[in-house]
């Protein structure tokens, strides 16, 4: 069995998406003044790895801590996108081939690894992102998969960049962004995990995602 980390570290005043809150990381008690070390968190709840729930973008969307925890958790496919052109901004556009397709089942949890996460971390990584085709995502909503991820700081359709959103949140599916080390992954089926902070009212939460595969 190989677990495979697929998590960015949160690190005190890393890069964030532009609006969000900062990070910090302060340490409240610690050595050699105090018993323990107790740090204190300050960062929003989409940061750095992380997943959304419908709430984050629909009024009346479901809450992070009332999704069920088989949508953030079980058997997941991951596939190496193909670019297919660029939008008029420069976001490259991704598909994949009939024949991957054909492997998604119905409410699955399908990673993309786009190579996008070679940026992590950097300013560029919120820049001309890579972005699903309009077909992709009308194929994507006819599965009505329990969970989306990928290497990339938000999902978004070449059209629009909250369409997505909105249109897969009513399906009660649920997005993993921020998603690194996804190589390994590529075409294969495995065991995954995204398990958010029970947070109440959340619209998010960082995650520590990973993998697990199996020793063929």
């Given at each position: 069995m190989q677990i495979i980390d697929l998590s960015v570290t949160i690190s005190h005043g890393m890069t964030v998406f532009p609006g969000d809150p900062g990070v910090r990381l302060e340490l409240k008690d610690s050595f050699p003044d105090d018993v323990c070390q107790v740090t204190m968190l300050h960062f929003g709840s989409h940061t750095a790895t992380h997943v959304d729930a419908p709430r984050h973008?629909?009024?009346?969307?479901?809450?992070?801590?009332?999704v069920p925890l088989d949508s953030f958790v079980g058997s997941a496919i991951a596939f190496r996108v193909i670019f297919d052109g660029k939008t008029e901004d420069g976001?490259?556009?991704?598909?994949?081939?009939?024949?991957q397709k054909s492997r998604i089942q119905e409410h699955d949890r399908i990673i993309f690894s786009t190579g996008w996460e070679r940026h992590t971390?950097?300013?560029?990584?919120?820049?001309?992102?890579?972005?699903?085709?309009?077909?992709?995502?009308?194929?994507?909503?006819?599965?009505?998969?329990?969970?989306?991820?990928?290497?990339?700081p938000t999902l978004a359709s070449a059209s629009d960049p909250f369409h997505m959103h909105r249109l897969l949140f009513r399906n009660q599916t649920v997005f993993a962004e921020g998603l690194v080390g996804l190589a390994p992954l590529c075409e294969k089926r495995f065991f995954f995990s995204a398990a958010p902070l029970k947070l109440d009212g959340g619209d998010g939460s960082p995650v520590r995602a990973y993998a697990v595969l199996e020793n063929s």
């Open positions: 973008f629909l009024p009346e969307g479901t809450v992070i801590d009332d976001h490259p556009i991704m598909t994949i081939s009939e024949a971390a950097t300013p560029q990584y919120f820049r001309n992102y890579p972005v699903f085709s309009e077909e992709l995502l009308a194929f994507l909503a006819s599965k009505s998969p329990k969970l989306i991820g990928a290497d990339l």
